[in-house]
């Protein structure tokens, strides 16, 4: 996975190419909370790159594990052997890409883990102390669904207003299309009309040919039928284009949503557990 880079929100929407690195925004009152509650910029590198949306494999590197504590790190290794109330409890304490690693027992060898950002775990579990001023996993688990919450809003606002230039353009394309059939129309079956200036650039705008046979812009019947079918074509090429970025914006909306789902359920749980240790404390 390309390495993210901490920015601030571009409302032009600019894209990177595809060999450039990918370019993850947040909102600068995001930026400043993170920094205000203790995250480096590089854990802030790695907080986005779990948040991401797009890498469906949530890629990691040894930067995941710089906010995580020996607590949590040595019940991750012994998750094979917690009952199914207790692993929902630690998985709860550490990001999806941490807990598919370390609780792995193949990246385990005795007591020392062989996984991926090995030499940094293992630096930690045998003498690295503790250091309770960094952000707890409860706040960077929460960091990285709202990090997440906000790229997915960023993807939402950008396909939302594509469609609705798509749509706008597809109303303007069928008005100049019934204004041709008028055209035609009038021309009659012998006669002919002209086609306005106005015209004469939407086909341009379109990448619709118009029939130039005559070299000028007066066409007869047959003439303008071309002209017709050259922009009923572009016409339904852009509502193909429209229906599939459509697709993708229900799939962006169900993702969303999840991410709010996921949110919740970890608030949820979050406070039972709590709860729960409060009570047995009194």
Same mark, same amino acid.
């Given at each position: 996975?390309s390495?993210?880079? @901490?920015?601030?929100?571009?409302? #032009?929407? #600019?894209?990177s190419?595809s060999? %450039?690195?990918?370019?993850?925004t947040?909102?600068? !009152?995001?930026i400043?909370?993170l920094?205000?509650?203790g ?11 779990m948040?991401?949306?797009?890498d %469906?494999?949530?890629s990691?590197?040894?930067?995941h ?9 040595n ?8 009952? $199914?109330?207790?692993k929902?409890? =630690?998985?709860?304490?550490?990001? =999806?890409?941490?807990v598919?690693e370390?609780?792995?027992?193949a ?11 090995a030499?940094?775990? &293992? ?7 503790v +250091? ?17 919450? +906000?790229i997915?809003?960023?993807?939402? $606002? ?5 469609i609705n230039?798509?749509?706008?353009l ?5 008005a100049?299309?019934?204004?041709a ?7 009659g079956?012998?006669g ?5 200036? !106005?015209m004469?650039?939407?086909w ?15 066409h007869n019947?047959?003439?303008w $039928? ?6 009923? /074509?572009?016409i ?9 970025e459509?697709?993708?914006?229900? %799939?962006? @909306?169900n993702?969303? &949503?999840?991410t709010? $789902?996921m949110l /919740?359920n970890f608030?949820?749980?979050?406070? %039972?557990? @709590?709860s ?5 404390m009194?």
């Amino acid at each position: 996975m390309s390495t993210p880079i @901490i920015s601030s929100a571009d409302p #032009s929407g #600019s894209k990177s190419g595809s060999n %450039q690195p990918k370019i993850i925004t947040l909102n600068d !009152d995001r930026i400043t909370s993170l920094r205000a509650a203790g995250y480096s910029d590089a854990q802030i590198q790695a907080l986005l790159s779990m948040a991401d949306p797009d890498d %469906q494999g949530n890629s990691l590197t040894p930067t995941h594990f710089y906010s995580v504590n020996k607590q949590t790190l040595n019940s991750l290794k012994y998750t094979g052997q917690l009952n $199914e109330a207790a692993k929902q409890l =630690v998985y709860l304490q550490a990001p =999806v890409a941490l807990v598919q690693e370390v609780s792995n027992p193949a990246n385990w060898n005795g007591d020392n883990y062989i996984g991926p950002g090995a030499s940094q775990i &293992n630096a930690y579990l045998l003498g690295e102390p503790v +250091d309770f001023t960094k952000p707890s996993l409860d706040a960077l688990i929460m960091g990285v669904l709202t990090a997440r919450a +906000d790229i997915l809003q960023t993807q939402l $606002e950008e396909q939302i207003e594509s469609i609705n230039q798509k749509n706008d353009l597809l109303e303007e394309a069928n008005a100049y299309l019934a204004k041709a059939k008028e055209k035609k129309a009038a021309a009659g079956t012998s006669g002919t009309s002209t086609m306005t200036q !106005d015209m004469v650039d939407f086909w341009k705008q379109m990448g619709a040919q118009t029939d130039r046979s005559g070299n000028d812009d007066t066409h007869n019947s047959a003439e303008w $039928e071309a002209n017709i079918e050259h922009l009923k /074509s572009k016409i339904e090429s852009l509502t193909s284009q429209s229906q599939l970025e459509t697709t993708k914006l229900q %799939q962006t @909306i169900n993702k969303y &949503n999840q991410t709010f $789902e996921m949110l /919740s359920n970890f608030i949820n749980k979050y406070f %039972q557990s @709590i709860s729960t240790i409060i009570q047995n404390m009194r």
